[in-house]
């Protein structure tokens, strides 16, 4: 049997002892350093102390997956997507030997934008998450029909990240009647005025909206400013601000952000914006006509916000 032993020092020369007689403590500490990938690979079969380290609740109060993503292929026909069987089994077992370990104690749960989870991998961590606090979800198109049923046993949520949804009102009245402490939303995806209405319906108490690098129409802009009066935070930092004109005139970008909203913005502790021609992330907004291929840039670049609290 092979037999791990580390190295101490003491008075008079060295002690050399096995892996598991290592503090506890001191396990967890370097364990801090290790990935999910990392330390669902198997090192809590080493030994009994190893794997009562690996279930300490300071290393599962997040669950970062936003590394890993999805083989997958796009299709015509809903979900519009189709993942490879060994990306479902991959996910599958993380999720199980993570959520094993974390015995319920996580807060906060990252997925990456191209991990396509399906609905028996989100309805098994939704049981397992009793504690969440934070989503980061930017695609579910293979779990729109059972977002309702998570957010049901997420009664601690507060911040979401997720794509733009043809359905909004039903998933934005489930966070209202659930999600009682609920305050931040992020948006990666076009925001229209109907996701806009469904917002001021349900939840108009939400103090932080980033719509960044999203397509909006000036006139939703206007009515968010207008009815979300509990907002505290609105990004639009590069998004894509088109003006509606009266027909048949076709709709413009808005360049420059005139008088009437700066002065309907001026109430909000901060007004987050960029427009300018010279900014990288304006012009790939506009060149992706406000629907942003993340895949064709630097990677880890989707994570970024210029609202810390959302950023990962």
């Not at 598991?20 to 370097?30: A, G, H, P, R, S």
């Not at 009515?223 to 009266?246: A, E, K, T, Y």
Request: proline content about 4%.
């Amino acid at each position: 049997m092979l037999q791990w032993s580390f190295r101490e020092m003491e008075e008079g020369g060295t002690v050399t002892r096995r892996w598991e007689e290592m503090d506890i403590d001191i396990l967890v500490k370097i364990f801090q350093s290790l990935t999910v990938l990392e330390l669902t690979s198997g090192i809590v079969h080493v030994c009994s102390a190893w794997r009562l380290a690996a279930c300490d609740p300071w290393l599962w109060k997040t669950l970062d997956l936003s590394m890993l993503e999805s083989n997958f292929i796009k299709i015509p026909l809903e979900p519009y997507v189709y993942v490879h069987g060994h990306s479902d089994k991959t996910l599958a077992r993380i999720l199980k030997i993570s959520l094993s370990l974390s015995r319920g104690n996580i807060t906060s749960l990252f997925f990456h934008f191209s991990l396509y989870v399906s609905e028996d991998h989100l309805t098994y961590t939704a049981q397992r998450c009793p504690r969440l606090r934070r989503l980061v979800l930017p695609a579910w198109n293979r779990v729109e029909t059972v977002m309702i049923k998570a957010i049901d046993l997420w009664k601690d949520l507060e911040s979401l990240t997720m794509p733009s949804i043809v359905n909004s009102p039903r998933l934005v009245q489930a966070i209202a009647t659930n999600c009682r402490n609920f305050s931040e939303l992020k948006i990666m995806g076009p925001f229209d005025i109907y996701f806009a209405s469904s917002l001021v319906t349900y939840l108009p108490t939400l103090k932080v909206l980033s719509l960044r690098c999203s397509k909006l129409y000036k006139d939703t802009l206007i009515f968010i400013l207008d009815n979300l009066r509990c907002l505290d935070v609105l990004n639009i930092s590069h998004c894509l601000l088109i003006q509606i004109p009266p027909p048949p005139a076709p709709g413009r970008i808005v360049r420059r952000l005139d008088k009437t909203i700066l002065e309907k913005a001026s109430r909000l502790r901060k007004f987050l914006t960029c427009m300018r021609d010279t900014c990288i992330m304006c012009q790939r907004t506009r060149n992706d006509e406000g629907l942003m291929r993340w895949y064709k840039y630097e990677k880890g670049l989707w994570k970024e916000d210029e609202v810390r609290s959302l950023a990962l």
